[in-house]
T-cell receptor, first 113, second 116 residues
Framework: DTGVSQDPRHKITKRGQNVTFRCDPI?????LYWYRQTLGQGPEFLTY????????KSRLLSDRFSAERPKGSFSTLEIQRTEQGDSAMYLC???????????FGEGSRLTVL | AQTVTQSQPEMSVQEAETVTLSCTYD???????LFWYKQPPSRQMILVIR??????QNATENRFSVNFQKAAKSFSLKISDSQLGDAAMYFC?????????????FGKGTRLSVIA
């Protein structure tokens, strides 16, 4: 098992375009989290899944953001009509059960021009 | 809502010396978990150490130890015998011990430099 993987590692897009990030968690982990990290800040919670169910969404997750985890495996985070303020590192993490250690991926860096 | 404060944006330490990173948090809960995560440059975040609030004994992992002061809501990280590989961003984080529906809350981080 190679850990949590995220793709792409870096995405540059123009304002108004849609982007999608993918996260592959550690295979047996049933919890999957998305965080956003901007420069000089700690990670901010966006949303999380337990298996395929999306259990909580932060107020940071505007209507332009949508996340899915079909079949409780990989997850996607889509941002529609990107804005410059969406530029950030998007981190994915997974854990085995709610109290388990969070294992993070290397992140997907989004730059919106 | 719980908040985590790291008051030291940057710290530096000489190789082989000891450094302490500060963290305070605000909560009305009595049962929770506290963590220190390390984020090396361009690499993924990894867990350094974890403390359960119901445990009075301070957690220790090799060269890393914490000073958990529950009444003061303080959770500092001590790194002994600092090594060049310890250079990274360090994040303090809090998680409620409820059913698990509350996410991990992070501080803004402390950038640690290790001087050879």
């Amino acid at each position: 098992d190679t850990g949590v993987s995220q793709d792409p590692r870096h995405k540059i897009t123009k304002r108004g375009q849609n982007v999608t990030f993918r996260c592959d968690p550690i295979s047996e982990h049933n919890r999957l989290y998305w965080y956003r990290q901007t420069l000089g800040q700690g990670p901010e919670f966006l949303t999380y899944f337990q298996n395929e169910a999306q259990l909580e969404k932060s107020r940071l997750l505007s209507d332009r953001f949508s996340a899915e985890r079909p079949k409780g495996s990989f997850s996607t985070l889509e941002i529609q009509r990107t804005e410059q303020g969406d530029s950030a590192m998007y981190l994915c993490a997974s854990s085995l059960y709610w109290i388990g250690e969070l294992f993070f991926g290397e992140g997907s860096r989004l730059t919106v021009l | 809502a719980q908040t985590v404060t790291q008051s030291q944006p940057e710290m530096s330490v000489q190789e082989a010396e000891t450094v302490t990173l500060s963290c305070t948090y605000d909560t009305s809960e009595s049962d929770y978990y506290l963590f220190w995560y390390k984020q090396p440059p361009s690499r993924q975040m990894i867990l350094v150490i974890r403390q359960e609030a119901y445990k009075q004994q301070n957690a220790t992992e090799n060269r890393f130890s914490v000073n958990f002061q529950k009444a003061a809501k303080s959770f500092s990280l001590k790194i002994s015998d600092s090594q060049l590989g310890d250079a990274a961003m360090y994040f303090c984080a809090y998680r409620s011990a409820d059913s698990g529906n509350t996410p991990l809350v992070f501080g803004k981080g402390t950038r640690l430099s290790v001087i050879a």
